[in-house]
């Protein structure tokens, strides 16, 4: 990847359990996106967070960032079946903000 | 509400043979990214275009050519394709009046390039 991992690379869970996810950036930056895909799918915007905010909500979506450790997880709460994707963060560079530079995704499996 | 459009949806070709993708971007959003995903892989950036201009280059062959036109509106173009151009390439679109990714990008459902 051209910015870092985000990890688990793959996680597995039942409907209602919540799903974290880790990413982690190499750069200083802009701000800090996170994606959905579908399999075979375009990406999805899912929550953008500024290097000046620590933590963000979106309906069962909360994003944190820790600009000092270079991180941010994605958690999502009471999962559904729907939920199963791909996720992956993305960061604007605070050097280059003409393109977002994409993590290495985590696969996300929810079973009813 | 419009969205990103790309065509075509699939595209099948033979190594060494040339291939066009189009992006249609949302209405009134001037600047348009390229991205190519390989199985499994992240999306990797290609190149992006604000106001018909170049404006970032990312790892993109030098088989590869790209251009954002009047209507801005753009295309990838790819020579002597090879067996490793096989990915879903996809487009995405920004309104650039807060920065060029001080915002969401929209994406388009992407062209699946297989070369055979």
């Known amino acids: 990847s051209q910015q870092g991992e985000e990890d688990p690379q793959a996680l597995s869970i039942q409907e209602g359990e919540n799903a974290t996810m880790n990413c982690s950036y190499k750069?200083?930056?802009?701000?800090l996106q996170w994606y959905r895909q579908n399999s075979g799918r375009g990406l999805v915007h899912l929550i953008l967070?500024?290097?000046?905010?620590r933590e963000k909500h979106s309906g069962r979506l909360r994003v944190t960032l820790d600009t000092s450790k270079k991180s941010s997880s994605l958690l999502i709460t009471a999962s559904r079946a729907a939920d199963t994707a791909s996720y992956f963060c993305?960061?604007?560079?605070?050097?280059?903000?003409?393109?977002?530079?994409f993590g290495t995704g985590t696969r996300l499996q929810v079973f009813p | 509400a419009a969205g990103v459009i790309q065509s075509p949806r699939h595209l099948i070709k033979e190594k060494r043979e040339t291939a066009t993708l189009k992006c249609y971007p949302i209405?009134?959003?001037?600047?348009v990214y390229w991205y190519q995903q390989g199985p499994g892989q992240d999306p990797q950036f290609l190149i992006s275009f604000y106001e018909k201009m170049q404006s970032d280059k990312g790892s993109i062959p030098d088989r590869f050519s790209a251009q954002q036109f009047s209507d801005y509106h753009s295309e990838l173009n790819m020579s002597s394709l090879e067996l490793g151009d096989s990915a879903l390439y996809f487009c995405?679109?920004?309104?650039?009046?807060?920065?060029?990714?001080?915002?969401?990008?929209?994406f388009g459902s992407g062209t699946q390039l297989s070369v055979l």
């Open positions: 209405p009134r959003h001037d600047t």
């Open positions: 995405a679109s920004s309104s650039s009046w807060q920065g060029a990714t001080n915002e969401k990008l929209f």
């Open positions: 750069t200083s930056i802009n701000n």
């Open positions: 993305a960061t604007a560079s605070s050097y280059n903000t003409d393109k977002l530079i």
């Open positions: 967070i500024r290097s000046n905010e």
